[in-house]
């Protein structure tokens, strides 16, 4: 089959710490309710989150049971979990001298077993790819730290589908967000704009013009209608064609990084966000309702009415993230 390197003309288109140890900082709900868990039962699904060397962790809810998920792999590139929780993906570095291997794994949560499995070798003949699970579980989006790789989208055995190189003959960045949107749309950043591109990814369309000095860490909520990213030092969120958008968290601090709830109906956010070494970022996870109102999420100061740390059963501090994060 005849690859499909796309160059994409966009439309421009409008209508579109202190973290103290007291039960009362600390507690994510309360007592226990009377069976037996430790978060409110309308908080579902599973935290997982990188956190130094103890690899990927992952955090039960509502139970707040919290237990390793992928060991500490400096091969590791990155991973993902599809919308349903029931596959994971790897993404590792395989390369051997002169040859720029890696390595994409489709797994079985459940028990394990190896649902799709290939070796990936992008034009830039990068070593630092990465891949995320379209909603349908039938492709992936591959970005790459090499310019000329651009985006990549791939069948999930591998099979190319197509490539997006840049943006009106600008290319793509590497650290610009790339998303996966409803039906196989993608959602990217791209300088001071927010784009979406449908299938077959030849062209798009302009979600929103960004006029602010600092934003980052766009996240879309599984349903596809709303988006969430850091601007300045605070989270906002927005509606899908960039309309409503509203500052949702505070503190004397800076939040970042947040995720959605598999159901939209909460945020985790990254709260006193902070960087560690030239490369390295950490923060203490939150939940906050997504409701559209104003949450303190301070480390020092009270916090809002609705605020909930994330605290794994049986321990007495915030979780702490370093590296990816994602609510599935």
Known sequence: MKKLTTHLFIA?????????????????????????MLYPATLKGTIYYDWATEGILKISLPDG???????????????????????????????????????FTISDISNGSIVEEFIYNGPG???????????????????SNEKEDGLTVLKRNGEFVARIVDINGERLGFNEARLWLPNNNIVITHGKYIIRIAPPYTSGTLIKEMDYENWDELTVNQAGTQLALQ???HIYTMDID???????????FKESVPQFSPDGKHLLV??????????????????????GKQYNVDPIEPNSPGVIPVVVRGEDRIAAAGGQMMWR
């Open 231 to 233: 601007i300045a030092n």
């Open 12 to 36: 421009i288109c409008f209508f579109l710490l202190l973290i103290g140890c007291s039960k009362e900082n600390n507690d994510p709900g309360g007592d226990e309710n009377p069976d037996g």
């Open 125 to 143: 003949l990068s070593a630092y790819c990465k891949g995320y699970l379209s909603p349908d579980n039938s492709l992936i989006l591959v970005t």
């Open 65 to 103: 049971t919290g237990s390793s998920f992928i060991p500490d792999d400096s091969k590791l590139n990155n991973f993902d979990i599809s919308r349903d929780g029931k596959l994971k993906l790897t993404v590792v570095n395989a390369s051997t001298l002169g040859q720029y291997d890696i390595r």
């Open 242 to 252: 960039g309309s409503n958008l509203k500052q949702v968290t505070t503190s004397n």
């Open 270 to 291: 990254g709260s006193e966000y902070k960087q560690t070494g030239p490369f390295g970022y950490m923060w203490y996870m939150k939940i906050i309702p997504n409701d």
